[in-house]
């Protein structure tokens, strides 16, 4: 892995602060006509899916106002066939490779994605399924895929504290006085544990995600991808106890967090 050298703040003069404070009013300015074009857009795709059309003005006074709507079975239906074209092949997931020593690799490579594809991890079948009929309906859809690290804590007692005997049924036990028994524990400690490790996916609705008029694709845009965006707008709310610990597992022994509680 290579070295990253430690971060340090930039420096600019006033003109470059002022031409960064420009860059920002206008792409603030652009993102807001894009959100407003976006919404408008995709809210017409949903209510056509809803068959909650207002009044049409038609070519000639008196003219028919018909919309035929694809029921929502049909959107159903479409995308069960989308699903099982991707996810019935076998093997799911393959390598290209050109040359041999790298075909022993590149197999392992490929059943460890197949590994993290599974219900029991990311779940991609389903999630994807929601991306798809979001797609179906939209024309377009976008999921974030990211690493993280769940844990989840719980505390442990020995010797040395005063426990509530229970027995194997889950009832407390008693004396021949009817008092409730102890047993000798240690002093509590908290231990923490991995509930989940690797790649989630997560599809967002139409109205979570604004990217600028006229873009192919909401890769960064460069020049090995012109039609990339220069920016993305994703809306999420997120309680500030999983931001902490996002914070922390992503960018550990940060000192504005570490006091913080998680």
Known sequence: MPAFAVPRPLEFDDEEMA?????TVRDYEESVRARTAWNDQHQFYEDMFRGKLPPREGPWEGSADLHVQAPYWLVDSINVRLIAITFTQVPQVTANVEEEDDIEVADRAAK???????????????RWGRASKIRLIHGVSVSLVS????????????????????DREGVQVLDVDGNPEFRRGAEEEMQERVYYQGPVIHPLEFDDFVVPIG??????????????????????????????RKALYGFGGVPSYSDMPH
């Not at 031409?19 to 860059?23: L, N, P, Q």
């Not at 844990?151 to 229970?166: K, N, Q, S």
């Open 147 to 166: 690493y993280v690290l769940d844990t989840y804590r719980y505390r442990l007692a020995g010797e040395g504290v005063d426990m509530p005997f229970i």
């Open 112 to 126: 460890l994605v197949e590994w993290h594809l599974g219900p029991n991890r990311m779940n991609a079948r389903e």
């Open 19 to 23: 031409d960064i404070a420009r860059m």
């Open 215 to 244: 873009v192919m694709n909401a890769q960064p845009k460069r020049p090995s991808n012109p039609g990339g965006a220069d920016w993305a707008i994703v809306r999420q709310y997120e309680q500030m106890t999983l931001l902490f």
